[in-house]
T-cell receptor, first 114, second 116 residues
């Protein structure tokens, strides 16, 4: 399949370890932050989101942390598995004039070492 | 899977030609957004349609246009293709936001457009 993340920052982790993927955002008006996973040849897949009035949200094996003071978002994946290998994008969403404008970050490639 | 489909999977065009890409939204979703994803980059917002009307647009020229149909299928049209239009084109469907529900976007697999 085609490569989504040719020149993206890469994070390599051992299978079973925890992964932390970081993201900086820029728009103070963003009300929602979303993490997407994109595997080669596929569209982005929703993982988890967090409202701007929260600082932490947990899902199944994933946790998102939001620090509005420094405009920083992180995705923690517990017990990383080979199937977690993909490019991960953070996205910020702003509602503007009745529509939602979603702005994606540059992405981080996660490589899981068996 | 997300229930969002796109066609064709791959497409090759030459500079100056016109192209139409198609998207079938998840059942019941009344909002569709289109994105352009260049190789090695994140998706960039092109525009959004709600109830068959464009209600938001990113930084793309007018030669990028769209249609949304009552059955929630949609099209992205690009006229006068340029080499830089080569990219993966993604559609994402969602419900319109209300305070009672999420408007999370669900993406299709994309159409890979190559302009020669």
């Amino acid at each position: 399949g085609e490569s989504v993340g040719l020149h993206l920052p890469t994070l390599s982790v051992q299978e079973g370890d925890n992964s932390i993927i970081n993201c900086a955002y820029s728009n103070s008006a963003s009300d929602y932050f979303i993490w997407y996973k994109q595997e080669s040849g596929k569209g982005p897949q929703f993982i988890i989101d967090i409202r701007s009035n929260m600082d932490k949200r947990q899902g199944q094996r994933v946790t998102v942390l939001l620090n509005k003071t420094v405009k920083h978002l992180s995705l923690q994946i517990a017990a990383t598995q080979p199937g977690d290998s993909a490019v991960y994008f953070c996205a910020e969403r702003e509602r503007s004039g009745g529509y939602q404008k979603v702005t994606f970050g540059i992405g981080t490639k996660l490589q899981v070492i068996p | 899977e997300t229930g969002v489909t796109q066609s064709p999977t791959h497409l090759i065009k030459t500079r100056g030609q016109q192209v139409t890409l198609r998207c079938s939204s998840q059942s019941g979703h009344n909002t569709v957004s289109w994105y352009q994803q260049a190789l090695g980059q994140g998706p960039q917002f092109i525009f959004q349609y709600y109830r068959e009307e464009e209600n938001g647009r990113g930084n793309f020229p007018p030669r990028f246009s769209g249609l949304q149909f009552p059955n929630y299928s949609s099209e992205l049209n690009v006229n006068a293709l340029e080499l830089d239009d080569s990219a993966l084109y993604l559609c994402a469907s969602s419900l319109a936001w209300t305070s009672a529900r999420t408007d999370t976007q669900y993406f299709g697999p994309g159409t890979r457009l190559t302009v020669l």
